[in-house]
């Protein structure tokens, strides 16, 4: 079946620091991929999403490229802050059943 | 206006009791999620309704009953609540339907704590 595997937490990074998370996938067919951000204490938002292969989705400075050819959608951002420190969930959408398929979550911490 | 939301925010209760939360969607969408999430921050999907039908039933006990009385609507009911319901439970919602087909939204959540 569908899976999503992101790199386990927690990260931890200083502020201004470079940013990637890996998330890799496995599908049939063309799913929808999507970046969601749980701030302490607060339910899960959309970050930023792609539908197709070679898409670009971005939102607050970060980034993610939908590959197909490595299957992966791995979230980047140039200069992180404190105010970053969050929990980050890869998913998919399959586009058979329209499940929607989650990573395990990865905790981002950011020093000041 | 909230888009979706649940209540109560917090909800602390005795082990044997039987506890409901309520969830609200104002934003038109068919299909609604009710999630559990663990300690590790792991998400688990329960159950998922579309346009008022039972779509995804998961594996979860069946002390755990969901029941949507319209689209905007779902609520979870929790019979016999045990040590090990003690979560944070969310509701989501996203448009399936048509050629339109959304990310999902999700409620604030609801921290269960069964003492």
């Known amino acids: 079946g569908d899976s999503v595997t992101q790199m386990e937490g927690p990260v931890t990074l200083s502020e201004e620091a470079f940013l990637t998370i890996n998330c890799t996938y496995t599908a049939t067919g063309y799913p929808s991929l999507f970046w969601y951000v749980q701030y302490p204490g607060e339910g899960l938002q959309l970050l930023l999403k792609a539908t197709k292969a070679d898409d670009k989705g971005s939102n607050k400075g970060f980034e993610a490229t939908y590959r197909k050819e490595t299957t992966s959608f791995h979230l980047e951002k140039g200069s992180v802050q404190v105010s970053d420190s969050a929990v980050y969930f890869c998913?998919?959408?399959?586009?058979?059943?329209?499940?929607?398929?989650w990573g395990a979550g990865t905790k981002l911490i950011i020093k000041p | 206006d909230t888009a979706v939301s649940q209540t109560p925010k917090y909800l602390v209760t005795q082990m044997g009791n039987d506890k409901s939360i309520k969830c609200e969607q104002n934003?038109?969408?068919?299909?609604m999620y009710w999630y559990k999430q663990d300690s590790k921050k792991f998400l688990k999907i329960m159950f998922s309704?579309?346009?008022?039908?039972?779509?995804i039933n998961e594996t979860v006990p069946n002390r755990f009953s969901p029941k949507s009385p319209d689209k905007a609507h779902l609520n979870l009911h929790i019979n016999s609540l045990e040590l090990g319901d003690s979560a944070v439970y969310f509701c989501?919602?996203?448009?399936?339907?048509?050629?339109?087909?959304?990310?999902?939204?999700f409620g604030q959540g609801t921290r269960l704590t069964v003492v």
């Open positions: 989501a919602s996203s448009h399936l339907g048509g050629t339109v087909n959304t990310e999902a939204f």
């Open positions: 998913a998919l959408r399959s586009d058979s059943n329209y499940q929607l398929i």
């Open positions: 934003l038109g969408h068919d299909t």
């Open positions: 309704y579309n346009n008022k039908e039972l779509i």
